[in-house]
């Protein structure tokens, strides 16, 4: 059974930092893109950051470039999210994925396991 689960979520100050986790279980981690979407209330999942497979390859979204960092330790089977200087507007529920083989696309239909998510709020 696959799993990935997140963490490091929390509340922090709009110029703060937070590193989201998350951890797969059950396929073979080195073989999958990774990840990372959010969603606010109200509002469409939307893609934040992702890498490849190999982790030759990362993606972000142009509102998170220059503050996120997205990483993978394959021994660990983990994804990481290194999200500094926050702001208010990226408080969401955030959600790894995974995508066998991928090159880290930010269309979420390529994904074939989700995580249950991680909140993060981000005050002014």
């Known amino acids: 059974q696959v799993q990935l689960v997140e963490s490091g979520g929390g509340l922090v100050q709009a110029g703060g930092s937070l590193r989201l986790s998350c951890t797969a279980s059950?396929?073979?981690?080195?073989?999958?893109?990774m990840g990372w979407f959010r969603q606010a209330p109200g509002k469409e999942r939307e893609f934040v950051a992702a890498?490849?497979?190999?982790?030759?390859?990362?993606n972000a979204a142009d509102s998170v470039k220059g503050r996120f960092t997205i990483s993978r330790d394959n021994a660990e089977n983990t994804v990481y999210l290194q999200m500094n200087s926050l702001k208010p507007e990226d408080t969401a529920v955030y959600y790894c994925?995974?995508?066998?083989?991928?090159?880290?696309?930010?269309?979420?239909?390529?994904?074939?396991?989700w995580g249950q998510g991680t909140q993060v709020t981000v005050s002014s």
């Open positions: 890498i490849s497979w190999e982790g030759a390859r990362t």
């Open positions: 059950g396929l073979p981690f080195s073989l999958y893109a």
């Open positions: 994925a995974a995508e066998r083989l991928g090159g880290g696309s930010p269309y979420p239909a390529g994904y074939g396991y």
